[in-house]
């Protein structure tokens, strides 16, 4: 069988106001291979809709996630092989945030505590609040810093919990089991709150709750953060939580879904996780550093090995999206053109349409005037030496809208198209 690279550029979309990132980067990798492809627009979730990428990624590899997603925390959890026990155990998606600790109201200074907390300080505030005594309904909490500022808690009680509560970060907002990103919010800790009248799901908001406090008093004063604090450095003083979830959703492998062999290429928790979920051969590559020239040889060296073993491999690449949480424009524009330097253009040198199909989109928009996840349409190309091309120089969204492929409206869409078109 034709084998199929399905390269994911985490958050490369924008919202289309002037120039657009993909517009400005150079990118003559991608443009070899769009002006060998056909083309088209793909909304992720639906119009409407700005997704967390776990929720997003779920529907781009073909499964709709009205039907079987159940929340980011447990598919954060598998992602660093922690498993819950359903009822009694709910896991939530962390980040290590600033607060101002005077404040009443627990001011948020920074979300992520400037981007700069090292993997290695989050391990050491992780330790600090892990089994951290709650001090009501047999409550206990699990602690797991994952890669910087990202984490794991898994709260739990014998007495029963619910995943139906909301977030502690201000920036989602929690519709049924999807959380969505908010283009503005109030900057302060929310408190989580019970979605439903049932005492699992009170107990589930009060123990969150607790838990912030009493972890924000440990760490506020933790030498990793007295340190930080004397280097001018941001504290990760408090733990925001999100996405709650208690169980992992129940699919059907992906190998059988589409009757071929997949294999996963991801550098985050939340990826990594959805590829275990569906079955997905995993891809070993070491945590994003700020050698983007070696991690993206790595990554590259990791997808060629899988092609030789599985028809298709997905490899997420997580790139462009944090500039575009940063606000950070020329960044991001710098960050496609080292994909298209290092990724795509060496990737060309290897193997040519007639033995390898590629499709290239994103699992959502990050518009860097937004700051965060957008509900914008995501381009999308599949450049393979048998489909008629659309004559498109230069992959974008303004020119991806001018596609043969349209519009697809729900991103579960676009896998079953691919795979037909390219098996017939």
């Not at 996630?65 to 709910?90: M, W």
């Not at 020239?293 to 060296?301: G, H, M, S």
Request: proline letters at 4%; aromatic letters at 6%; hydrophobic letters at 35%.
């Amino acid at each position: 069988m034709l084998k199929l690279l399905y390269l994911v550029l985490d958050g490369v979309a924008d919202r289309i106001n002037g120039e657009t990132s993909l517009e400005v980067a150079e990118t003559p990798g991608l443009n070899e291979l769009v002006s060998k492809a056909k083309c088209g627009l793909q909304y992720s979730i639906g119009k409407g809709i700005a997704p967390e990428s776990d929720v997003a990624v779920i529907s781009i590899l073909g499964y709709d996630p009205h039907k079987y997603y159940t929340g980011r925390g447990p598919l954060e959890a598998l992602g660093v092989n922690i498993k819950i026990k359903e009822g009694i155990e709910v896991a939530f998606r962390a980040n290590f945030a600033t607060v101002d600790a005077d404040s009443e109201d627990l001011v948020i200074l920074d979300r992520r505590c400037g981007r700069d907390l090292s993997s290695e300080e989050a391990k050491e505030l992780a330790k600090a609040v892990d089994g951290l005594e709650l001090g009501i309904d047999n409550g206990y909490v699990r602690v797991q810093s994952t890669v910087g500022h990202r984490g794991v808690i898994v709260l739990g009680s014998k007495l029963g919990l619910s995943d139906n509560v909301g977030n502690t970060d201000p920036a989602y907002a929690k519709v049924g089991k999807i959380s969505t990103a908010k283009e503005s919010y109030e900057s302060k800790v929310s408190l989580c709150e019970s979605l439903e009248d049932t005492s699992e799901a009170k107990r589930t908001a009060e123990l969150a709750n607790i838990f912030t406090r009493k972890a924000l008093e440990i760490l506020d004063s933790h030498p990793v953060n007295q340190k930080r604090e004397s280097l001018d450095k941001l504290k990760g003083n408090i733990l925001l939580l999100r996405d709650a979830g208690g169980s992992l959703p129940k699919v059907k492998p992906i190998n059988e879904v589409f009757q071929a062999s997949f294999a996963a290429v991801t550098e985050m928790p939340v990826e990594n996780g959805v590829a275990k979920l569906l079955g997905m051969d995993a891809g070993e590559v070491s945590p994003p550093t700020e050698n983007k020239k070696a991690d993206l040889e790595e990554r590259l060296e990791s997808t060629e090995k899988l092609l030789e073993k599985h028809n298709v491999v997905y490899t997420h690449l997580k790139g462009p999206d944090e500039p575009g949480h940063d606000g950070d424009f020329k960044r991001k524009v710098q960050s496609i053109e080292e994909i298209d330097r290092y990724f795509v253009r060496e990737l060309l040198k290897h193997y040519d349409l007639s033995e390898l199909a590629v499709l290239v989109t994103a699992d959502h928009a990050t518009p860097p005037e937004l700051k965060v996840h957008s509900d914008d349409p995501i381009p999308f190309m599949i450049a393979y030496e048998k489909l008629e091309p659309d004559n498109i120089k230069k992959f974008s969204e303004r020119e991806c809208m001018k596609g043969s492929l349209g519009v697809i409206e729900h991103g579960w869409e676009l896998l079953p198209m691919i795979m037909k078109m390219i098996r017939s």
